[in-house]
């Protein structure tokens, strides 16, 4: 009877090290099959995410190659004496994460406006140039030029190599807390017809807010 009850119980040992070994041979298949497939799949997700983030994806569409991507090969940020190239997502898609994911989702939007014909002609695009500019206008201004400062800094700046009027109207922006998308619009595309409060007044031209008038805010009780 004893042997009986020693044979039983060897074998009831047995059979729960068994489940306890496929258990966790089970366990552990799963999570090294979970570890490979979140490589493949941020693999994936990232390769994708960086060929959108390229001249040549932006310029596929021919509203961008036979409109603005003509007018920003005859800018110097195209070509220049030091071979130093700023592309397209150079100055529209920031390099953070967040704000990179963010701009991509919002980006969705231009993917329904393609489907729609919106601007497929030079036409239809330029009746829309001034809503873009400012579209675009004023996203840099919420993020402080961020794409512009990736490589221009006021801090960094050698005022002595500009010429005089450049270094004064540097350092005036910088203490008045101004942003490259101030003054530089139009720096890589053709500018809508807008009154930038320069020069002579243009005939039928949108009207801008005067930054520099525009008195400091207050400061926070």
Request: some cysteine.
């Given at each position: 009877m004893t042997d009986n009850n020693n044979m039983e119980n060897k074998t009831a040992a047995g059979r729960v090290k068994r489940l306890a070994a496929w258990t966790w041979g089970l366990a552990t298949s799963a999570i090294g099959i979970a570890f490979i497939l979140g490589i493949v799949f941020w693999g994936g997700f990232n390769t994708v995410l960086e060929l959108t983030n390229t001249e040549a994806f932006c310029i596929s569409c021919h509203e961008m190659e036979k409109n603005v991507y003509v007018e920003y090969?005859?800018?110097?940020?195209?070509?220049?004496?030091?071979?130093?190239?700023?592309?397209?997502?150079?100055?529209?898609?920031?390099?953070?994460?967040?704000?990179?994911?963010?701009?991509?989702?919002?980006?969705?939007?231009?993917?329904?406006?393609?489907?729609?014909?919106s601007i497929s002609t030079p036409e239809k695009f330029n009746a829309k140039r001034l809503q873009l500019a400012q579209n675009e206008w004023a996203r840099m201004k919420k993020n402080d030029s961020q794409e512009c400062r990736n490589c221009h800094t006021f801090t960094s700046m050698d005022y002595a190599e500009q010429n005089r009027r450049a270094a004064s109207i540097h350092q005036?922006?910088?203490?008045?807390?101004?942003?490259?998308?101030?003054?530089?619009?139009?720096?890589?595309?053709?500018?809508?017809?807008?009154?930038?409060?320069?020069?002579?007044?243009?005939?039928?031209?949108?009207?801008?807010?005067?930054?520099?008038?525009?008195?400091?805010?207050?400061?926070?009780?």
């Amino acid at each position: 009877m004893t042997d009986n009850n020693n044979m039983e119980n060897k074998t009831a040992a047995g059979r729960v090290k068994r489940l306890a070994a496929w258990t966790w041979g089970l366990a552990t298949s799963a999570i090294g099959i979970a570890f490979i497939l979140g490589i493949v799949f941020w693999g994936g997700f990232n390769t994708v995410l960086e060929l959108t983030n390229t001249e040549a994806f932006c310029i596929s569409c021919h509203e961008m190659e036979k409109n603005v991507y003509v007018e920003y090969r005859n800018t110097i940020h195209y070509q220049n004496r030091t071979g130093v190239r700023a592309t397209c997502p150079d100055c529209h898609v920031p390099k953070e994460w967040v704000p990179k994911i963010i701009r991509k989702i919002q980006a969705s939007n231009e993917l329904l406006h393609k489907a729609l014909g919106s601007i497929s002609t030079p036409e239809k695009f330029n009746a829309k140039r001034l809503q873009l500019a400012q579209n675009e206008w004023a996203r840099m201004k919420k993020n402080d030029s961020q794409e512009c400062r990736n490589c221009h800094t006021f801090t960094s700046m050698d005022y002595a190599e500009q010429n005089r009027r450049a270094a004064s109207i540097h350092q005036i922006a910088f203490n008045l807390g101004q942003t490259c998308i101030d003054c530089h619009k139009g720096i890589a595309h053709t500018l809508p017809a807008i009154e930038q409060h320069i020069g002579a007044p243009k005939e039928g031209a949108a009207e801008l807010p005067d930054v520099s008038k525009t008195p400091p805010a207050a400061p926070e009780k």
